[in-house]
């Protein structure tokens, strides 16, 4: 199968799907601004179209001469499917280049932010043109689907599907792996750690994740860190903000930060913590909740849509997303807990990442639906 993928190439959820694809067997030529690393012998990297002609002296800018060119791509590789990650404008591109069949994959934020009070009605206007003209739509998210089918202005064809991750390599470590990372942050072993992972965005909000860590912090027996994984950093602004927040709270030496963990180590990073926290106000199905669940860990989270309906019950805490003081109360009931507790939804959240969230099970489904796409042909 020759598929034609559209995804963000320094991203590591593009870079494990395209790993699935090669896995698989597929002929991959992905498309982007930046190249993956370590593409195998059976993948082509083309650098994605400009809208630029230059004619002697003088350059056209033109949304269409990139079309064109997109058009020429798809004509000359005649993939078997087109498949684009994150729906941006270049979904509107894939729409106005006649590319088919078309399929695509929404991450949440590229979906939910026409939906932001200050949202451009212009652009969710094509973005609904491009998910009305797919063959078929891939969310990890209820809401999101719904939110696809608004912008569309009607029925889109698709499904539910995680960024599954490999539970073989996502699982708990021992305790020597444990005790050395931390000794790597200078936080003693029998100390309480709790963990933020989320990229580093405004909206999965640390700057409360800090202040309800600083209230629970006065109430724990022991001495409690918490550790920011600075992934994805959008802002240096933000980061400064939430740094000079925790010399102003008195805490700063209570807090870590972790920069540049490559993905192979992440389990290490989960195997140090205690417990893991998620406190965005809008979010898609976070594939760290699959991550800290394999891992064995435990989530509190506020209580989003996006989270509803996936089984995470057994092993997340959810509280309300406009009440920091919720999210205080859970940290400190968390380790009040009793440790025979704790360890059985530890168990239960590992099984229940191995039965929902293994990419495998990811794999197979995405290439079940491949075949379904292309054996109904293009549906415009």
Known sequence: ????????????????????????????????????PSL?????????PSGIL?????KLYNRRIRWLRLHYLWRRYRPDIVHLHWVDWRAYDC???RLYPLVLTCWGSD???????????????????????ADYVFADAAEVTKRCQRLAGGFVPGELLLLG?????????????????????????????????????????????????AQAQQCLSRAAYLVFNLYNVEDDRYEEEVRKRAVQLGILQ????????????????????????????????PVSFIEAAASGKLVISSDLLAYHGMGLDDFCSFVDKDIVSD?????????????????AKSEQARRWAQRVGDERISTSRLLERYRDVIRHGHRK
């Not at 979906?111 to 003209?133: C, L, V, W």
């Open 165 to 213: 991750v490999n539970t073989d390599h996502f699982r708990s470590v021992d305790a020597e792996t444990r005790r050395a990372f931390r000794q790597q942050l200078d936080i003693p072993e029998d100390s309480e750690v709790l963990l933020s992972v989320r990229a580093w965005k405004r909206e999965h909000r640390h700057e409360l994740i800090l202040e309800a860590f």
């Open 95 to 97: 729409h106005k280049a």
């Open 40 to 48: 195998n012998a059976r993948t082509s990297f083309v650098s994605y």
């Open 54 to 58: 230059e004619m002697g002296r003088v």
């Open 327 to 343: 999210l205080t109360r859970a940290i400190i009931d968390f380790f009040g807990e009793p440790l025979e507790k704790t360890l």
């Open 254 to 285: 209570y807090v870590r930060w972790i920069q540049g963990l490559p993905h192979k180590r992440m389990p290490e990073l989960y195997a140090m913590a205690d417990v893991v926290l998620n406190f965005p106000l809008v979010d898609a199905f």
């Open 1 to 36: 199968m020759r598929v034609m993928l559209l995804a963000p190439g320094s991203s590591i959820h593009s870079q494990r799907n395209l790993l699935w694809l090669e896995n698989a067997g597929c002929e991959v030529i992905f498309v982007d601004f930046t190249e993956p």
């Open 111 to 133: 979906i939910n932010q026409h939906f932001e009070p200050n949202a451009d009605p212009t652009y969710a206007k094509s973005t609904g043109q491009a998910i009305a003209s």
